[in-house]
Every structure is written in C-alpha cells, then in structure tokens.
C-alpha cells in the first residue's frame, strides 16, 4: 500500500514541477519575444524618422543589437510606385506592396519573402509638398533563432530535470511517508494490543461464569470467590476502556482542558495522601518535600492524573521495605516535580520505551500489581499539552528518578 502511496506522491510532485517549469519556460520565451519586438519596433521607428530628415542612421546604444542587423526600407511615391529603396528581392518587394495600406499610417505588419520573415514598419510623410510611404525593413532570422536556442536550452534543462527529479522525489516522497508509516503501523500495534489486553479480562470473567453455571444449585455466599473475579476483570476493562478513550482523544485533539489558576503543592499532597494507604500495603516509605504555595495554571482533574499515575508506578516498581521521594519546588521559569524510588530500575534500552503505548519492563521486575502499560504514555501526553519535558534518570537495582519541568504560564 505504501509503495503504491510513494509512488503517486512522487508523479504528482513531478508533474507539479513539470507543469511549473512548462508555465516558467512559456513566460520566459514571452519575456525575451516581447523585449525583442519592443526594441526592434523603435529602431526601425527610429530609423524610418532618420530616413525621413535625410539623415544616415546612428549608432544607438540601446538598439545595438538591432544596429548590428541592419534593415533596408522602401520608399513609394504616391501612385504607389517605388520611388527609392534599398532592397534586391522582387518577392519581398511584392510581400511590401501588399501590405501597403493608404487608410493607415505609422504601422507594423509581418511579411515573409524566400523563406524569410520580416518586421515592417509603414509611415506616411509629406515632403516637398508630394506624399511618400516609407517601409522600413528588418530580417527576423536571427531573433527567431536566438528564440529557437533559448526554447532548446529551456527544453534541455526541463528534460534533464524531469531525469533528476524522479528518483530525488520519490525518495523525499518516501521520507515524507515515513512517519505516517510510523503512525499506521503504531495503530495497528494499538489496535493489536488492545485487543490483547482487553481479552484476558474477557476470558476470565467467560471462564467464572462457566464454572458459575455449573454450580447454579450453590449459593451467592459459596461463589463469592467467582462472582468476585467477574467484578474485578469488569473495572480493570472498565479502567482499560477510559485509558484508551483517553488517548483516542488526546490524539484527535478533543481532549478538553479546563485550565484555572490551580494550588499545585495542594493537589501534590492530596495525591500523596491518597497514595499512601497503597503505599503502607507494600511496607513502602512514602516522603514528600512539597514547597508552600505553588501556583500553576493548568486542569486540576488533568494534574492529579499526573503525579498520581507517578506515584503509583514508583510503588509497582519498588520493592517491599523500599522507599519513594516525592519533592515539588519551584524556580523562576518552572514548577518542578521530582518522584524518586528505590526500586528495581529500568534499563537503558527501555528507557525511551517506557513511554510507548502497552509498554511494560520485564515482568520479572514487575510486581504482581501488573497494568495496561498506558500510564505513562498518558502522562507524557499532558506534559507535553504544557509545553512541559519529563526528564528520567535509572540504575538498574537501585532505583529511578522521574523529573517533571512545566514552564510557569501568567495568570
């Protein structure tokens, strides 16, 4: 499929050049036909006024090019015979009479003898009391061939183009696709894992209703024990379907935030507090160093989602008699958020996976808390809707530091 896409993408761009360069070389050849008409009209205008004053024609530096390729003129009395000229062709003297037109004066016309084209300019003068038509003259070759080398040089270089750009934009074509590439395939992958993690839920809460149906003669208190495995697949789908909705949004950007002047070492401590009763479970010692009136603007619910989704990774992660550092300070550009645990720590090769949608670390450094491996990715997302940047340091065995920097906002 994508083959096909880069494909398309590399033809329509160089159609676009192609189509691009075939408008720049018609206007090109327009200019220089134009500029060469305009000069070539005022020498020979020029010229027929020195003819007229019986006067030889000068060099005129702006029509050099035109002085160098002469002209010959014909001078017609008014019984329309040829008075004076300076022409050997019969043929093109016959093309100039027929272009002789008494009701006009001060004209141009076209005319072409053996082969050859010629610019004509006709005027009508009186001198000595009689009337002259006066044709002044100029061979075309060399400006249509000065044309014709120009068309060829244009033709060459938009060929040689066409050559260069095909390949050139078909590999940009496939770089440009590379991260839609990436994105197709991480939906896939999502799709995937969702799926994944949504049918082991599943098959528990279908494998307890079998057994519950097999023993439909016992009471409610006898299968409590099934009844209460349906209940809990039940709210970790239900937990599961709200993270996921989560992300559908955030990328779609619908995701609403309803951002207010927030008491941030407040919500800090409220998530400590909800935390620690999870914590004391697991003989884990929870410390927070939380500074006194921290303002942030930002959305509370968003907020309280963030550290606490922190804090509880820092307890499935740390072992029993371990120990986690909550600190919130602040400096003249940031609030700081600062989670330090004493656990078993992440890998180098994992840690920018570790942010990735239904990423989990080795099971063998899980507790069997588990999870969807969404958190984090979440946590990311209301980061970066801050303009904010998590910084994470980790030694294996020993524990991990997670450093959350979100630029202070006027209120």
């Not at 969807?372 to 801050?386: K, P, T």
């Amino acid at each position: 499929m994508f083959k096909t896409i880069r494909s398309k993408i590399a033809w329509f761009n160089v159609a676009t050049l192609i189509a691009f360069l075939f408008f720049f070389i018609v206007a090109i050849i327009l200019i220089i036909y134009a500029s060469l008409n305009f000069t070539g009209e005022n020498y020979l205008r020029q010229s027929a006024e020195e003819i007229i004053k019986g006067e030889e024609v000068s060099n005129r530096p702006v029509a050099d090019f035109h002085q160098r390729l002469g002209y010959g003129y014909i001078l017609w009395n008014k019984d329309k015979s040829v008075d004076e000229q300076s022409i050997n062709s019969p043929g093109l003297v016959e093309q100039a009479y027929g272009v002789l037109d008494e009701g006009r004066n001060n004209y141009f016309s076209s005319v072409n003898s053996d082969d050859q084209s010629y610019r004509v300019y006709t005027t009508k003068f009186e001198k000595l009391g009689k009337t002259y038509y006066l044709q002044v003259f100029q061979d075309l070759y060399t400006e249509n061939a000065i044309i014709s080398y120009v068309v060829t040089i244009l033709l060459a270089i938009g060929l040689l183009g066409f050559i260069c750009l095909l390949p050139i934009s078909n590999i940009l074509a496939g770089r440009a696709l590379i991260p839609v590439k990436k994105s197709f395939e991480d939906q896939k992958q999502f799709i995937a894992d969702a799926s994944h993690e949504l049918r082991s839920p599943l098959t528990v809460v279908r494998t307890s209703l079998e057994v519950l149906n097999m023993k439909e003669n016992e009471t409610i208190g006898e299968n409590k024990k099934w009844i209460d495995n349906i209940e809990l697949e039940a709210d970790n789908m239900s937990h599961l379907i709200t993270q996921l909705l989560w992300i559908a949004q955030a990328e779609n950007q619908k995701l609403f935030y309803n951002d207010q002047n927030e008491d941030l070492s407040s919500i800090v401590k409220e998530v400590v507090m909800l935390m620690e009763p999870n914590a004391e479970d697991n003989d884990i010692d929870l410390i927070s160093f939380i500074d006194e009136n921290i303002n942030f603007y930002g959305d509370q619910d968003k907020l309280v989602q963030l550290f606490r989704i922190f804090v509880d990774n820092a307890i499935k992660y740390t072992p029993d008699g371990g120990e986690i550092t909550v600190e919130l300070t602040q400096d003249k550009k940031n609030v700081v958020f600062t989670i330090t645990d004493t656990g078993v720590g992440i890998a180098k090769e994992e840690m920018e996976q570790i942010f990735d949608r239904f990423y989990r670390c080795d099971n063998a450094r899980k507790r069997g808390a588990g999870g969807s491996g969404l958190g984090l990715n979440i946590a990311r997302s209301i980061v970066e809707n801050y303009n904010g940047k998590i910084i994470t340091e980790s030694e294996l065995n020993k524990g991990t530091t997670f450093k959350i920097e979100l630029p202070k906002t006027a209120f």
